[in-house]
């Protein structure tokens, strides 16, 4: 039966460029929704439950989830945590002490727990996802971490939730998830010892010669079009540091590039490289509405400024900016003419794009589309447009001069290579 079900999925499946057709993809919005759609599936799952995410909190909410996992581990599911060491640096003693004595395997990716880890190489190149693949049926994947959507790690409580979104996944498209989740939890794990999750899917020696031929071909990139899939035609789309290294910046430009009536984008950390940069131009200048919604509450003053250092030229080529006002805002997603939508972990800057790894839903479906620009209209009339006359002088240009400066230090140190 469950062959039956791998050879449907595959006929849904279009190898050449990621999309999967045959999907139910639901949008969710902020942990609100989230969380209660995972202790739903968490509760039915009967062989296996894998979660990976940059911050798993202490807090009430995210001790629920653990306590949800463990419960799902006494029932004989086989559970599989990993978090990043330095987005969930803070509560990883509180994890650790209440895994303790269960069978969940709790792992953590590039863990800073001693001094000398600051030094060591690649060490700023964080695990950004934020994925849960439940009995390989159900996938969540989105920007929202394990963490109340009320709590800020440097703010605390606000009245008001971050805006968020995730989505969830059923259909075809969870089996991509799930080798990815397995790949970053095995990566994590086989520096304490050897686990069986790299040989689930597919031999080593298969997969090396698969990782040949994928580097032979170069950096993955979507088609711009799968009009031979059935709805709703998804793709997961994966940033790592080697052959997707730009796939989720070249998914974005692609598709702003196409862009004929709208672009709308939703992103707290915005300072977009050359490509994107470009596409948005070129898109406003020839007659497309091109809508920014950013940070006006400010979780990171360094992040805010690097977005305002841009302003001034985004507004003079016809580019509408707007910041969010009632809550931190922390949503990754967009819209192009009511057909293409993102939902993911990624960040428009070059921490997301060039150093973390980060994962995104890539939707081609004009009802799910329509759903999240709706969601963004309702965020945008909780928000303040920028004026004209915001970024500009020699102090915005010597502003500009300083962030580009640090970005380019920022990426080297980092070990990024190329022109951003």
């Known amino acids: 039966m469950r062959r039956l079900g791998t050879r449907r999925r595959q006929r849904h499946q279009s190898s050449d460029t990621g999309f999967v057709g045959g999907n139910h993809i639901e949008l969710l919005r902020g942990g609100d929704q989230l969380f209660p759609a995972m202790h739903a599936a968490i509760a039915q799952a009967q062989r296996e439950v894998w979660l990976a995410t940059y911050i798993f909190h202490d807090d009430d909410t995210s001790l629920a989830l653990a306590d949800a996992l463990i419960a799902a581990d006494r029932r004989g599911v086989r559970v599989r945590v990993v978090v990043d060491g330095f987005g969930s640096g803070a509560s990883l003693h509180t994890l650790h002490k209440r895994f303790e004595g269960s069978g969940v395997?709790?792992?953590?990716?590039?863990?800073?727990?001693?001094?000398?880890?600051w030094f060591q190489r690649g060490q700023l190149r964080r695990l950004h996802q934020k994925l849960c693949v439940v009995d390989n049926e159900a996938a969540f994947v989105g920007g929202i971490n394990v963490i109340d959507d009320r709590v800020d790690l440097h703010h605390g409580l606000s009245e008001q939730p971050r805006l968020d979104y995730a989505v969830e996944v059923r259909g075809g498209l969870v089996d991509a998830v799930a080798v990815s989740v397995r790949s970053i939890w095995s990566r994590a794990w086989l520096g304490r010892e050897f686990d069986d999750a790299l040989l689930d899917y597919v031999p080593l020696r298969r997969r090396f010669s698969l990782w040949l031929t994928q580097v032979w071909r170069g950096p993955q990139r979507l088609a711009a079009a799968v009009p031979h899939l059935p709805p709703v035609c998804a793709a997961f789309v994966l940033r790592d540091n080697l052959r997707r290294r730009t796939t989720i910046e070249h998914a974005y430009a692609d598709a702003i590039r196409g862009a004929r009536q709208s672009v709308d984008v939703i992103c707290p950390y915005f300072y977009p490289g050359h490509r994107i940069r470009r596409a948005l131009r070129v898109a406003a200048q020839r007659g497309v509405r091109v809508r920014l919604l950013l940070q006006g509450?400010?979780?990171?003053?360094?992040?805010?400024?690097?977005?305002?250092?841009?302003?001034?030229?985004?507004?003079?080529h016809g580019i509408e900016v707007y910041e969010y006002m009632p809550a931190f805002l922390h949503a990754k997603v967009a819209v192009v003419d009511d057909h293409w939508a993102t939902v993911g972990s990624s960040n428009i800057d070059p921490l997301s794009l060039l150093v973390n790894l980060e994962a995104n839903v890539v939707v081609l479906d004009?009802?799910?589309?329509?759903?999240?620009?709706?969601?963004?209209?309702?965020?945008?009339?909780?928000?303040?447009?920028?004026?004209?006359?915001?970024?500009?002088?020699?102090?915005a240009l010597y502003h500009r001069a300083v962030v580009a400066w640090f970005a380019y230090v920022f990426l080297r140190v980092a070990g990024a290579v190329g022109r951003y």
């Open 105 to 117: 395997a709790f792992a953590v990716f590039r863990p800073m727990d001693r001094w000398w880890r």
């Open 366 to 395: 004009r009802r799910f589309a329509t759903r999240l620009a709706g969601e963004i209209d309702i965020a945008l009339a909780a928000s303040e447009r920028v004026g004209e006359r915001r970024g500009t002088g020699w102090r």
């Open 297 to 316: 509450k400010l979780d990171y003053r360094i992040a805010g400024w690097a977005a305002e250092a841009l302003y001034a030229d985004l507004m003079r």
